[in-house]
């Protein structure tokens, strides 16, 4: 099956700076990378995800970039800001068989803002 | 507000108890998923529903089950419950089965085994 791995699993920046937060799988059939940004006790929301026809996709200080021969993919988060922190998980979505697919997860980073 | 209700929020219970929790998915959404969220872990998928019918399975123990009803809600029913169940289960739902489809959570059931 899909194996997802993200790193790093904690990351500290400054105010202002920017944040990268790197993922590689496994499978090479995943059509459909989304991004989630998880608060504490809540739950996770979808910040922006990527298909495997874009290499790219830009959403104000959110980026994600996707090379799909190396399969990885990258969050870009610039001018953090201290409600940026949050664990932010990585998923790649490969065919589980009887016309569904199924998500899996990265291990998460947990991202300091620090003011 | 995604749309998709979970009941109850929080749950404490002894091991080897049974508990059923509960998902609402969104209007019109087909599928639903459900995951474990165990402390400091990522997002272990366990089981999707699609109209009624299972369609993928995940790291599921054979001591958890579940269904989905014909109104479309799920039940997770987890049984002879151990310490290490004790977790965060989110429930999330998609509009089909396709891979480029957004899901969106609920709001969690925390459980907690004693």
């Known amino acids: 099956g899909e194996n997802v791995e993200q790193h790093p699993s904690t990351l500290s920046v400054q105010e202002g700076d920017s944040a990268v937060i790197k993922c590689t799988y496994s499978d090479s059939a995943s059509n459909y990378f989304p991004w989630y940004k998880q608060e504490l006790g809540k739950r996770p929301q979808l910040i922006i995800d990527?298909?495997?026809?874009?290499g790219e996709k830009k959403d104000q200080r959110i980026a994600v970039t996707l090379n799909k021969t190396a399969k990885h993919f990258s969050l870009h988060i610039t001018e953090t800001q201290p409600e940026d922190s949050a664990v932010y998980f990585c998923a790649a979505s490969a065919y589980s068989g009887a016309g569904s697919y199924q998500l899996t997860f990265g291990k998460g980073t947990k991202l300091s803002v620090i003011p | 507000d995604s749309g998709v209700t979970q009941t109850p929020k929080h749950l404490i219970t002894a091991t080897g108890q049974r508990v059923t929790l509960r998902c609402s998915p969104r209007?019109?959404?087909?599928?639903v998923y459900w995951y474990q969220q165990s402390l400091d872990q990522g997002l272990q998928f366990l089981i999707q529903y699609y109209n009624g019918e299972e369609r993928a399975k995940g790291n599921i123990l054979e001591r958890f089950s579940a269904q989905q009803f014909p109104d479309l809600h799920s039940e997770l029913n987890l049984s002879s419950l151990e310490l290490g169940d004790s977790a965060l289960y989110f429930c999330a739902s998609s509009e089909g089965t396709s891979g480029s489809g957004e899901q969106y959570f609920g709001p969690g059931t925390r459980l907690t085994v004693t």
């Open positions: 209007s019109g959404d087909l599928s």
């Open positions: 990527i298909r495997s026809n874009v």
